[in-house]
C-alpha cells in the first residue's frame, strides 16, 4: 500500500471511519481520475440532461428557450435584469434535483448586500455577487475536462443552435445595432426567444440532435471573423491566420448564458473542429463540438439517446454556404428550407428538413485507450486484414469487437481502427469473432479466480493479505494507513462477502457474449451488481477503494466504486 499516517490518528479514526461507511457504501460515486470512468460519467450526465429536457417538455409542452428570461438588463446595467440571455439550464434545474438552486433564481434575493431580481441579474454578472450563478450543477460538467476548474460557472454540454450562421445565438442587447429577427436560419432544438415543440421534429427525434459536448477551456475561438455565413470555411482559414484575434477565455462562460459562445453549437464543422465568432460577438458565428474522449465528442439525440458523433463524420461541403434570410451576397446563400449543404452532421442538426440519415454512422459512445493499454495490446499477434470486396489489406492486431460488430484493431503503427465486421472478408470476420470469445473466456476464468481467493480470504478473515495483495486505493491524494484500510474492510466484511458471491454467482453462469453485455451495463452503473469496482493491475483483478484525505491527514470515509470497470485490462470493453 502506501506509507501511514500517525498510529495516533489511526487510533482515534479507524472506528468513526468503519461506523460511517454503511452508508457510503449504498450511495456508489462516480469514480475520478480514471478515463474510464470520466466518459461514462460524461455519457451519464448527457442522459440526464436528455431527461431533463424530456420532463421539462411533459410539464409545460414545449422546450425552454435558447435564450430567455426578462427583458431587463444590459450590459451598462446587468443588475436590472437577464436581459434575456439565460439558458436552457436555467430551467431545467428543477428537474435535475436542483429546486433549492431553482428557487434562488426565481425569487428575488438579497446577497452580499445587494439585492437581485427575480431570475437573475445578466449571466455574466459577477458570480461572487450573485452566487446562483456559482452554484453550477456538477451534471453540468465533464470530468474529463480539467479546465472546468478554471472556469466555475461554465458547463460542458451545449444546445444544438442548427446548421445555419445568421443571427442564431443571442438576443440582441439594447446597446448593440438592432437585427431582425430570423427564424429562418433557426433550424436547430433551440433559438432565441423561440420555443420549439417536439411536434416541429418533422425529421424524427431519433434523427435529430439535441446537446453536445464542447470543451470548456483549452479551445480557442476566433472573432470578429467575416463570411461565415457565406463560406463557413473561413472559420478553419482564421484559426491559420496570425492576424486573427480570439477570445480571451475561449468559450468559457457561464452555464446560465444562452449566447452561441457559451451555451451554443452547430452542425457545420464536424466535431473538434476550429471556432469562430463574426463581427457581431456571441449573436453570431460558427461554434463546433468538442471533446476530451478521443476523435469525437458524445452527442445527445432528441429521443434521449446518447451517441458519439466521429471526427469523420459525413459534415459535407464546408465551402458551401449556409441558410440565410435575404440572399445574402448577391444570392450566394440558401434560401430557408433548403436540405443541410452539411451532409449526415448538418442532418443532426436540423430539425424539420425532413432529411433521414443512416443511424449507424453513429455509434454508441466510443472509449479511447490508456497508454498502459495500448502497450498490452501491442502484445497481441499482428495479422492480416482482408477487405470484403478483395480492394487490399491490412496488418493490425485484434483489440475488441463489440456486441454491435465493431471490430477494433491496432495497426502497425500504432493507431486505433474501428470497422463494421461487413468490411472484412468472412474468414477474417470468423477468426476475430472467434478470437473475441476465446478471450472473454480467458478473462472470465480469471476473474473467477481472483475473486475466488479474495472471497477465501475476507472468510477466513485475513485482512492484512487481503489488503496488501487485492486492494487499490483510487484518488487518494496522501499515503493512508494500511491499518485504517483493514479495519473498514473488517467492519464490513459481511457485505463484501455478500457482493463477492453476487458477482462470482453472474460470472459462472455466463456465456462470453453475454458477459461482454453485462460488464457494458455495469460501466453505466445499471448491472447486477452494483458499487462494486474491480480492476486488472498488474495482472491481477484487484478492488478498488475510494479514500478521500482531508487537510488534516485524516482518511474519510471509504466509498465503494458503483461498476465494475477493467481499466487495464487488454480485453476490457472500449
Not at 20 to 48: D, I
Not at 218 to 241: F, M, Q, T, W, Y
Request: glycine letters at 8%; a neutral charge; charged letters at 20%.
Amino acid at each position: 500500500m502506501r506509507t501511514t499516517h500517525s498510529a495516533k490518528i489511526v487510533d482515534v479514526t479507524a472506528i468513526g471511519i468503519a461506523s460511517m461507511v454503511g452508508l457510503v457504501l449504498l450511495a456508489g460515486v462516480v469514480p475520478r481520475m480514471r478515463q474510464s470512468a470520466r466518459r461514462t460519467t460524461c455519457e451519464m450526465n448527457l442522459k440526464q440532461l436528455g431527461l431533463a429536457l424530456h420532463n421539462y417538455h411533459s410539464a409545460y409542452r414545449m422546450m425552454p428557450m435558447g435564450c430567455g428570461g426578462t427583458s431587463s438588463g444590459s450590459l451598462e446595467q446587468p443588475l436590472l435584469g437577464n436581459a434575456n440571455r439565460l439558458s436552457p439550464l436555467v430551467g431545467l434545474t428543477p428537474f435535475m434535483e436542483q429546486q433549492a438552486l431553482w428557487e434562488k433564481i426565481a425569487n428575488p434575493l438579497r446577497v452580499n448586500g445587494e439585492s437581485f431580481p427575480a431570475m437573475g441579474p445578466a449571466p455574466w454578472f459577477d458570480p461572487d455577487k450573485y452566487t446562483p450563478w456559482r452554484q453550477r450543477p456538477e451534471g453540468m460538467v465533464c470530468p474529463a475536462d480539467p479546465t472546468a476548474k478554471d472556469f466555475p460557472t461554465a458547463a460542458s454540454y451545449t444546445i444544438n443552435y442548427g446548421d445555419a450562421v445568421m443571427n442564431v445565438g443571442a438576443s440582441p442587447l439594447e446597446d448593440m445595432p438592432p437585427y431582425d429577427r430570423t427564424p429562418g436560419a433557426l433550424r436547430g432544438m433551440f433559438g432565441y426567444q423561440m420555443v420549439f415543440r417536439f411536434r416541429d421534429v418533422l425529421d424524427g427525434l431519433s434523427n435529430t440532435l439535441l446537446m453536445s459536448e464542447a470543451r470548456i477551456g483549452g479551445v480557442r475561438v476566433a472573432k470578429n471573423v467575416s463570411g461565415l455565413i457565406e463560406r463557413p470555411a473561413v472559420c478553419i482559414e482564421a484559426h491559420e491566420d496570425d492576424s486573427t484575434k480570439f477570445w480571451p477565455e475561449g468559450r468559457g462562460a457561464c452555464w446560465a448564458d444562452g449566447s452561441l459562445l457559451s451555451m451554443g453549437v452547430q452542425t457545420i464543422l464536424p466535431p473538434n473542429s476550429p471556432s469562430a465568432t463574426s463581427k457581431k460577438g456571441e449573436l453570431e458565428g460558427v461554434m463546433s463540438a468538442s471533446s476530451l474522449h478521443g476523435e469525437g465528442a458524445h452527442v445527445l439525440m432528441a429521443d434521449g439517446a446518447v451517441r458519439f458523433a466521429s471526427n469523420s463524420i459525413d459534415a459535407g461541403d464546408q465551402e458551401s454556404p449556409t441558410v440565410a434570410e435575404g440572399h445574402l451576397d448577391g444570392g450566394k446563400t440558401l434560401p430557408p428550407g433548403s436540405p443541410s449543404p452539411f451532409g449526415v452532421w448538418g442532418a443532426m442538426g436540423t430539425r424539420a428538413s425532413q432529411e433521414v440519415f443512416d443511424r449507424s454512422v453513429l455509434s454508441d459512445p466510443v472509449h479511447s485507450f490508456s497508454k498502459a493499454e495500448l502497450a498490452e495490446f501491442a502484445k497481441f499477434e499482428l495479422e492480416t486484414w482482408h477487405a470484403a470486396k478483395g480492394t487490399g489489406k491490412i496488418k493490425a492486431r485484434q483489440v475488441d469487437l463489440s456486441d454491435k460488430g465493431i471490430l477494433v484493431l491496432l495497426s502497425e503503427q500504432g493507431d486505433i481502427r474501428r470497422l463494421g465486421l461487413s468490411k472484412f472478408s468472412s474468414q477474417d470476420a470468423y477468426r476475430a469473432v472467434t478470437t473475441h470469445r476465446q478471450r472473454m473466456r480467458e478473462k472470465a476464468k480469471l476473474m473467477v479466480e481472483h475473486l475466488s481467493k479474495q472471497l477465501d480470504l475476507l472468510e477466513d478473515k485475513q485482512f492484512e493479505t487481503f489488503v496488501r495483495e487485492w486492494v487499490v486505493l483510487q484518488d487518494a491524494e496522501q499515503p493512508n494507513d494500511p491499518a485504517t484500510i483493514q479495519a473498514i474492510v473488517k467492519a464490513r466484511r459481511g457485505e463484501l462477502i455478500t457482493r463477492y458471491d453476487q458477482m462470482l454467482e453472474v460470472l459462472v453462469t455466463m456465456n462470453p457474449v453475454a458477459l461482454s453485455q453485462m460488464q457494458d451495463a455495469l460501466a453505466r452503473g445499471n448491472g447486477p451488481v452494483r458499487k462494486f469496482a474491480m480492476e486488472f493491475l498488474d495482472g491481477r483483478w484487484k478492488l478498488i477503494l475510494d479514500v478521500h484525505v482531508s487537510q488534516r491527514g485524516v482518511p474519510q470515509p471509504i466509498q465503494f466504486m458503483r461498476a465494475v470497470m477493467p481499466a487495464n485490462d487488454p480485453f476490457g470493453a472500449r
